[in-house]
């Protein structure tokens, strides 16, 4: 059954050992994913469905990652830490599963065989798995499809997740616009504030149709990594009456990051 989904960000900046002192201006962030990590260990979700925007990603296959071995692998050495590692179970049955359902329902999958999760997938985990004892993990990766299609995603997890005798919570990993600064990533995009603002307004609202009505065209303006996996997380609690809240949003770094929890009511 799902239970939760979060909406998280993914800057490598917020891990202690690479952000060091630069943590300090993701407090909100880091404060608000781990007030997640208590409600999870409260609940004690036992497997995780994770979509990323940072894996292998292709015009019209959702990635699907599973390892050669029994577990992902979780490291931070291409950002210079070589400490922080941590390994986490695979869910064999559930990943089965899920592409099933993908296929089903007329998409394709790309099969990446490789445990080194990508960034995107192990910033959040860092955080949000950490507290879980042998939580097991599935994990995806977008692809160039539009808002729809990663709508409908969300749905097929919703129907595969409820049929599962487990608690199961899901976390879009994404950020919001890097353009929000002349020191952003990719440089300062006039309206990507605005665009910003709107977004995170229309979620707490619960509007969530108007979330989903993008201009692909801006989209890519305002250079976001978060639409597609935001839109799969509205998808998958569209049918499950829930509460919902944005409990962080800040952008100390010019790259827009929002954090939020989604819980099932029972």
Known sequence: MLTHGIFSPHPPAIIPKIGREETKKFEKTIQALLSISLRLKQNSPQSII???????????????????????????SEFGDTETIAEYPRNRLLTAEIIEGIQSAGFKTAIIEDEKLDFGSSVPLYFLASALSGIEIVNLGISLAGISEHFRLGGIIREVADKSKQRIAFIASGELSHRLTKNSPHG????????????????????????????????????????????????????????????????PAGIGCAVGFWERKF
């Open 50 to 76: 994770l979509l990323t925007p940072h894996a292998e990603i292709e015009i019209d296959k959702f990635m699907v990652r599973i390892p050669r071995t029994p577990n992902f692998h979780a490291s931070f």
């Open 188 to 251: 300062f995009f006039s309206r990507a504030a605005a665009w910003e603002e709107e977004l995170i307004q229309n979620l707490e609202n619960g509007d969530f149709e108007r979330v989903l009505q993008q201009d692909p065209f801006e989209l890519d303006e305002v250079a976001e990594c978060g639409m597609r996996p935001l839109a799969a997380l509205l998808g998958a609690f569209e049918k499950i009456p829930h509460t919902h809240a944005i409990l962080s949003h800040e952008a």
